[in-house]
């Protein structure tokens, strides 16, 4: 094998230049070489080809028959061999690995941003960009390197990593319960204002849950053990095309997007069922919104993490990742049983 054909780029560049015009001198000094240390050079290269670059029995030295022949190709060496110095320095200056990740609005809250910020301080090569509710569909098209989505997804371009679940309680502000009353049991939801937040790719919450029994919002009963089975395993993930059936006529439904549903439910204006009980921390820490029909709950989120394979061959990506795993179902789980011990619900409802 032809010994120190590619080792230097400034030799290359040295009869690249000269074929253009340029001495010997002046393409050495073009390169940043000293004359004695670029004939050198050119000598080595020489020794690994078994071809002479050069014809020196000429004054001034000008490039053999061989080396024209060769100038394409010598052409191709030179600007591939730019084109990658020029890549490696724009990654040397690139002060920051990028990386975007989306969360789904109930899932960002205060403890979780300060573990973002824990992870920023630790990794100072990172940019970290959290946003939210980005989809799958995002992460396909590379909007955001990685994102956390409360449905079910498979798709052969996609990775998929479940996250556990993530429980929540009905919320509704003290001023709405003082005027409109206190429901205990969902049969109480009659002439009660529900709360409902669309969002992508899951359906609007239309069953209650707590242990093994099942409450429908459409017909305003509770399920059998047949239909209980039926419902715990049906999908509440639905395509957000999916038709959506009206309650009973003494049952009103509002429904709007999560941040809207959220000051709906703090305003007074009815029952929410789709609030992330981590995203509302301070509103129940000052009893601004507080748990209703004694456990009872819409279908826990199953939460997943997303990623493209290929994105997992990059090292802070599969860092982040590997991390993110560990970190969210722990986090996610203490902040709900949280609530439910501070109200007194019984957790085993979930």
């Known amino acids: 094998m032809k010994q120190h054909i590619f080792s230097s780029h400034h030799v290359w560049k040295m009869i690249e230049l000269m074929s253009r015009g340029l001495s010997l001198t002046a393409a050495a000094q073009n390169a940043g070489m000293e004359l004695p240390a670029a004939s050198k050079a050119i000598s080595r290269l020489e020794q690994g080809l078994g071809l002479p670059l050069v014809d020196r029995t000429v004054r001034p030295m000008r490039l053999s028959a061989q080396s024209l022949q060769l100038l394409p190709k010598i052409r191709d060496v030179v600007a591939a061999q730019e084109g990658f110095l020029t890549a490696v320095g724009s990654l040397g ?161 509002v429904v709007a997007s999560y941040h809207p549903t959220l000051l709906a439910a703090v305003q007074g204006y009815g029952i929410c069922f789709d609030l992330a009980l981590g995203s509302v921390r301070e509103l129940l820490l000052e009893h601004k919104l507080v748990p209703v029909l004694n456990g009872w709950h819409r279908q826990p989120w199953r939460k997943s993490l997303i990623v493209k394979p290929k994105n997992l061959e990059k090292p802070w990506i599969k860092e982040f990742v590997d991390w993110y795993l560990q970190f969210d179902p722990a986090c996610s789980k203490a902040e709900w049983t949280h609530w439910y011990e501070y109200f007194g619900v019984d957790a085993a409802c979930i």
Do not use: W
């Not at 205990?184 to 937040?197: F, I, N, V």
């Not at 509440?236 to 009206?246: D, F, M």
């Open 93 to 253: 200056n690139e002060k920051h690995a990028l990386l975007r990740f989306s969360l789904s609005h109930g899932s960002l809250n205060s403890k979780k941003m300060q573990a973002f910020n824990n992870y920023q301080a630790a990794h100072p090569d990172l940019q970290l960009e959290v946003v939210v509710d980005k989809d799958h569909l995002a992460v396909l098209r590379d909007e955001v390197q990685a994102a956390a989505v409360s449905y079910p997804v498979k798709h052969p371009e996609l990775a998929v990593f479940p996250l556990g679940v993530c429980a929540n309680l009905p919320l509704a502000s003290p001023k709405y319960l003082a005027r409109c009353g206190v429901p205990h049991e969902p049969e109480d939801l009659r002439g009660h204002t529900l709360l409902l937040a669309r969002r992508n790719h899951i359906a609007l919450c239309d069953k209650l849950f707590r242990a093994n029994e099942v409450f429908c919002l459409k017909s305003m009963r509770r399920l059998n053990a047949e239909d209980s089975e039926n419902a715990s395993n049906s999908s509440l993930n639905a395509e957000a095309g999916e038709a959506e059936s009206a309650c009973p006529a003494d049952v009103k439904r």
